[in-house]
């Protein structure tokens, strides 16, 4: 990976406290699953239901990680939610690079299981959070 564990951990921990404020997903009988997985916008500033500075400090954090980094966060999410598997790492990374080359962290802030989904991803690449400690 390119992105320092530590720096995975990090984001774990700031996605858990930032999005654990979020409304949550709406449960509707007839409603797929999947539908939550993806939100296409993150909350408007008025929303109310989130710090928004703390968002937006997560974002600017994530914006500020270069190009490979980002693409770590995503394959690493993609992992996670089971897309792919840690032995499809390098297809993951390249299919991250091809179709999230900007606003990689509106699209990772949209994930509301986000944290857990980098946790796993790291778990099935044989890493964790402790190592980082």
């Not at 858990?16 to 797929?32: I, K, M, N, Q, S």
């Not at 974002?59 to 089971?82: H, P």
């Not at 792919?84 to 802030?109: G, I, N």
Request: hydrophobic residues 40%; proline residues 4%.
């Amino acid at each position: 990976m390119d992105i320092a564990l530590e720096t995975v951990c990090y984001i774990i921990n700031r996605a858990r406290e930032v999005l654990a404020d979020l409304d949550p997903l709406d449960d509707e009988p007839g409603h797929h699953a999947a539908d939550d997985v993806v939100r296409d916008e993150l909350p408007e500033e008025d929303d109310g239901a989130v710090d928004n500075a703390d968002l937006d400090d997560l974002k600017a954090f994530i914006d500020s990680l270069n190009e490979d980094e980002q693409a770590d966060l995503v394959a690493l999410t993609w992992i996670g939610r089971g897309t792919y598997t840690a032995e499809d790492w390098d297809e993951a990374v390249e299919v991250a690079h091809e179709e999230h080359p900007k606003r990689v962290a509106r699209y990772l802030l949209s994930q509301p299981l986000l944290a857990d989904e980098l946790e796993e991803g790291l778990s099935e690449m044989g890493l964790s959070c402790e190592d980082a400690e």
